[in-house]
């Protein structure tokens, strides 16, 4: 079996592999040689988003595994004075806040809003269909 890294093969169609989100900031942080504290600063300068210390620890370390929400990564972005999508992650942060808006009421956060339980919005297994809107036939 021939080993597809091995330098017989062309790797020029192999891609880069992409620099992870925390890596990214990490890369970012140290080459301007900020402390987490004064990117912190940074972040709480540049905009009106509060990003601590220990979420900047957290996320250079990648051992929770989370993308951060696009909100987040805008906020450190203008902090270290870059564009958003310098970020590997950030076209998934923004499909899913773009998600999130895009999502209408359930009924349950409609019942909710009218002040109802969601069963009071639900015939029950009991009713028959005809006896809850009152068409036609005995009960």
Known sequence: MI???SSRLATCCIPA???LFGVAL???RTD???SRDRLSSEIA???DRDVP???LRSYESGNDGRIPDAEIIEAIAAGLGVDPDVF????IALAR???RTAVKPSVASRARKAGRRLSDTRPTSREKPDARDGAGGAP
């Open 3 to 5: 080993n597809p890294l």
């Open 17 to 19: 592999v992409a620099e």
């Open 88 to 91: 590997y992650e950030w076209p």
């Open 53 to 55: 210390v220990s979420t």
């Open 26 to 28: 990490r890369r970012l």
């Open 97 to 99: 806040r773009d998600a």
């Open 45 to 47: 300068r540049a905009g």
């Open 32 to 34: 301007r040689a900020w």
